[in-house]
């Protein structure tokens, strides 16, 4: 079960978010009754959580908050079902990444979903490799996605 809150003035489409998240989490092999929640909130909000649980100032563009502590599965292992966690997005800040990266705002906030969606499955980027990987199959799981949407 995938829900999706807006808390901003931002216009979000509730429906492909949660389509996106079905999607990755149907790639991942992880069972479709897994629990995820999308959240998107404004820079006052971001700033709080960014603060208290990384130790960092001012807003960031995603926070992950992994419950369970799914893996991916397999084609023959579906993962079981579970809370996956939570994912808390802030659309001004994507918006100022997505001007810089040349790319729609929408697409921007697309890109940090699958991204959060993927450190809640154990992914990270802290090395070289780890970046490599994690990043490579972000941006397969998005254009798939993306181009099944089209």
């Given at each position: 079960?995938?829900?999706?809150?807006?808390?901003?003035?931002?216009?979000?489409?509730?429906?492909?978010?949660?389509?996106?998240?079905?999607?990755?989490?149907?790639?991942?092999?992880?069972a479709p009754e897994a629990e995820l929640a999308i959240l998107f909130?404004?820079?006052?909000?971001?700033?709080?959580?960014?603060?208290?649980?990384?130790?960092?100032?001012?807003?960031?563009?995603?926070?992950?908050?992994?419950?369970?502590?799914?893996?991916?599965?397999?084609?023959?292992?579906?993962?079981?079902?579970?809370?996956?966690g939570d994912i808390v997005v802030c659309p001004s800040v994507a918006v100022e990444q997505a001007k810089k990266a040349g790319h729609s705002s929408e697409e921007e906030m697309l890109l940090l979903t699958t991204h959060g969606i993927l450190h809640l499955l154990g992914y990270d980027h802290a090395e070289p490799d780890q970046e490599r990987e994690m990043f490579a199959l972000q941006r397969n799981l998005l254009l798939t996605f993306l181009a099944q949407r089209a």
């Amino acid at each position: 079960m995938i829900e999706v809150n807006n808390e901003t003035d931002a216009k979000i489409d509730e429906a492909e978010f949660a389509a996106l998240g079905s999607f990755v989490l149907e790639q991942m092999h992880v069972a479709p009754e897994a629990e995820l929640a999308i959240l998107f909130v404004d820079e006052v909000a971001m700033t709080d959580l960014h603060v208290k649980w990384m130790d960092e100032p001012g807003p960031t563009d995603v926070l992950s908050f992994p419950m369970d502590e799914l893996r991916p599965g397999t084609p023959e292992r579906v993962t079981p079902a579970g809370l996956l966690g939570d994912i808390v997005v802030c659309p001004s800040v994507a918006v100022e990444q997505a001007k810089k990266a040349g790319h729609s705002s929408e697409e921007e906030m697309l890109l940090l979903t699958t991204h959060g969606i993927l450190h809640l499955l154990g992914y990270d980027h802290a090395e070289p490799d780890q970046e490599r990987e994690m990043f490579a199959l972000q941006r397969n799981l998005l254009l798939t996605f993306l181009a099944q949407r089209a």
